[in-house]
T-cell receptor
Framework: KAGVTQTPRYLIKTRGQQVTLSCSPI?????VSWYQQTPGQGLQFLFE???????NKGNFPGRFSGRQFSNSRSEMNVSTLELGDSALYLC??????????????FGQGTRLTVV | AQSVAQPEDQVNVAEGNPLTVKCTYS??????LFWYVQYPNRGLQFLLK??????LVKGSYGFEAEFNKSQTSFHLKKPSALVSDSALYFC??????????????FGTGTRLQVFP
């Protein structure tokens, strides 16, 4: 069974640009969550999508957005990039919504560097 | 809001010795607790979880964790450490905030270094 796939693995962007990251969950999983990992703030929850709808949202500005397609693949978009957006962005898939009984399966992440 | 604390930034242990990575939590209600491991340049891998039931939870790669309600702790343990266990370990708790957002809150991580 293929794991969670995130593309691209590495990305370098300039301040002010926008970026789109992609995540393909494990086959059959309908929930996709996104996390930002930085040395200063650690792992922080961005949002969760389930059945093409955003179900949970963390405390990030509106520059961070996402969507989910009918095949459960998800994209995350960051507009007007700032230096502080440099981070490892992790995607996690799960069979069901929320974090009640099932563990999340994480991808390898996309390392975004903003210069 | 729920929270977890990992009091040690780094834990050093000799190969073959038992290891413990500490985690304490602060929750209202019954906690849903998790341990994840992150190897260099990799995403997080699930190790184990506590939802309810037996206080001793067994997980992947020989790891186990003990849920202690009186001490509000969920320490990760392994009887005999391997060099390959060297990685970054995260404790996490499920949180549902007043707005109804359901998410995992992670600790700051503990780097485990196992020496040959």
């Amino acid at each position: 069974k293929a794991g969670v796939t995130q593309t691209p693995r590495y990305l370098i962007k300039t301040r002010g640009q926008q970026v789109t990251l992609s995540c393909s969950p494990i086959s059959g999983h309908r929930s996709v969550s996104w996390y930002q990992q930085t040395p200063g703030q650690g792992l922080q929850f961005l949002f969760e999508y389930f059945s093409e709808t955003q179900r949970n949202k963390g405390n990030f500005p509106g520059r961070f957005s996402g969507r989910q397609f009918s095949n459960s693949r998800s994209e995350m978009n960051v507009s007007t990039l700032e230096l502080g957006d440099s981070a490892l962005y992790l995607c996690a898939s799960s069979p069901s919504i929320g974090h009640m009984n099932t563990e999340a399966f994480f991808g390898q992440g996309t390392r975004l560097t903003v210069v | 809001a729920q929270s977890v604390a990992q009091p040690e930034d780094q834990v050093n242990v000799a190969e073959g010795n038992p290891l413990t990575v500490k985690c304490t939590y602060s929750v209202s209600g019954n906690p849903y607790l998790f341990w994840y491991v992150q190897y260099p340049n990799r995403g997080l891998q699930f190790l184990l979880k506590y939802i309810t039931g037996d206080n001793l939870v067994k997980g992947s790669y020989g790891f186990e964790a003990e849920f202690n309600k009186s001490q509000t702790s969920f320490h990760l343990k392994k009887p005999s450490a391997l060099v390959s266990d060297s990685a970054l370990y995260f404790c996490a708790v499920r949180d549902i905030d007043p707005q109804g957002t359901d998410k995992l809150i992670f600790g700051t991580g503990t780097r485990l270094q196992v020496f040959p």
